[in-house]
């Protein structure tokens, strides 16, 4: 019989900031029920790309962000990271607000001059098509990867000395009247990096949309 993992601070991915009713929402169990599951199925002796794949395969797990996030969770609950590290994308961050808006008002404040400010920097000339690159006046290069209005965006970021880039994701998701907003980056190279871009997300959730 597979050994019961108590919850670290409440849940075993709490310092992902993904909740226990987010993760059940979006793939059907919670941290609890995905601990005992992957524990029957010997995942504490898996690397982290198996564990992504039997939820990928066996799991119902489509999304390859929520394999991540699982995965991720799993292994805090094991022991076997470091908060917000992950095997293959560094550090993480993701940072998550319920806004008072529909998805178009979110959307238009986001990829307007002063929202791509605020998150990512100054450059509010940026076209969110995928290959469009930019130039920070500190150094900072990247590109669009990704985007589709009023759904999600996905941007690199390489501040000047990286040796890689970090890649954002924003997320949107409709709640009635109101707008679930995420900002996840990750292949962050430190924790301290990871503390200063939670910090960032937070203060760009206040410049946007205001308390």
Same mark, same amino acid.
């Given at each position: 019989?597979?050994?019961?993992?108590?919850?670290?601070? *409440?849940?075993?991915?709490?310092?992902?900031?993904?909740? $226990? =009713?987010?993760? &059940? %929402?979006? /793939? !059907?169990?919670?941290?609890?029920?995905?601990?005992?599951?992957?524990?029957?199925?010997?995942?504490?002796?898996?690397?982290?790309?198996?564990?992504?794949?039997?939820?990928?395969?066996?799991?119902?797990?489509?999304?390859?962000?929520?394999?991540?996030?699982?995965?991720?969770?799993?292994?805090?609950?094991?022991?076997?990271?470091?908060?917000?590290?992950?095997?293959?994308?560094?550090?993480?961050? *993701?940072?998550?607000?319920?806004?008072?808006?529909?998805? $178009? =008002?979110?959307? &238009? %404040?986001? /990829? !307007?001059?002063?929202?791509?400010?605020?998150?990512?920097?100054?450059?509010?000339?940026?076209?969110?098509?995928?290959?469009?690159?930019?130039?920070?006046?500190?150094?900072?290069?990247?590109?669009?990867?990704?985007?589709?209005?009023?759904?999600?965006?996905?941007?690199?970021?390489?501040?000047?000395?990286?040796?890689?880039?970090?890649?954002?994701?924003?997320?949107?998701?409709?709640?009635?009247?109101?707008?679930?907003?995420?900002?996840?980056?990750?292949?962050?190279?430190?924790?301290?990096?990871?503390?200063?871009?939670?910090?960032?997300?937070?203060?760009?959730?206040?410049?946007?949309?205001?308390?």
């Amino acid at each position: 019989m597979a050994k019961k993992v108590a919850p670290e601070n *409440g849940s075993p991915a709490a310092g992902l900031r993904v909740s $226990d =009713e987010a993760v &059940r %929402r979006a /793939t !059907g169990r919670g941290w609890e029920e995905w601990i005992r599951w992957l524990d029957e199925r010997g995942a504490a002796d898996r690397s982290h790309q198996e564990i992504v794949a039997l939820l990928r395969e066996q799991g119902g797990v489509e999304s390859g962000w929520w394999q991540q996030m699982v995965t991720v969770g799993y292994e805090r609950a094991k022991g076997r990271r470091v908060e917000g590290q992950t095997a293959d994308t560094g550090f993480q961050i *993701g940072v998550s607000r319920t806004i008072p808006l529909p998805v $178009d =008002e979110v959307w &238009r %404040r986001l /990829t !307007g001059p002063d929202g791509v400010r605020a998150w990512l920097g100054d450059a509010p000339t940026l076209r969110f098509e995928p290959g469009e690159q930019y130039c920070l006046d500190d150094g900072t290069t990247g590109e669009v990867r990704v985007a589709v209005a009023g759904d999600r965006l996905r941007v690199t970021r390489r501040p000047d000395g990286w040796a890689r880039a970090a890649t954002i994701q924003v997320r949107l998701a409709a709640k009635g009247e109101k707008t679930v907003v995420t900002f996840h980056e990750e292949n962050l190279p430190s924790a301290d990096e990871r503390e200063a871009r939670r910090a960032h997300y937070q203060a760009a959730f206040e410049a946007i949309f205001g308390g």
